[in-house]
């Protein structure tokens, strides 16, 4: 199953006109659950969505300019009760970029696991939820609870 969930974040396409309303995704499978948030702001609507269900995982953005940064990311996964997180939303323009080091530290002084995958690899989940098991590939393979940034 999946449910849509609201992202606060502006969408425009490339000439300007409304491009919809943004949204992030909570995957529920027999393999695991995930949330996506999509690119969004922490919001206070965050807390409802591990109410009632485990999540194993979320993918967030951690780039800080129009979007959650690590500090967010951080408390989102508090609200989450969660401890693997994949960012996203970072290093792509200029003023996203992030110090690396720094915001690994951040996320092990919190004690969770960040991965940071480079565009167009994949990263595979193996193990049971919050297992700490995360095994990133060189080369793009199909397989259960598979995350293609």
Known sequence: MV???????????????????????????????????????????????????????????????LTMGADDAIELAAWLNIKDIVGVHYDTFGFIRIDHKKTMEKFNEANLRLQLVEIGKTIILNGSAGSGNLQILNEPKIRSREVTI
């Open 3 to 65: 449910k849509c969930v609201t992202a606060q974040h502006s969408n425009s396409l490339p000439d300007g006109m409304y491009g919809g309303a943004a949204s992030g995704f909570v995957f529920y499978t027999e393999e695991g659950n995930f949330y996506y948030s999509g690119d969004t702001a922490l919001t206070m609507d965050m807390q409802l969505i591990s109410k009632g269900n485990k999540l194993d995982f979320a993918v967030l953005p951690i780039g800080d300019a």
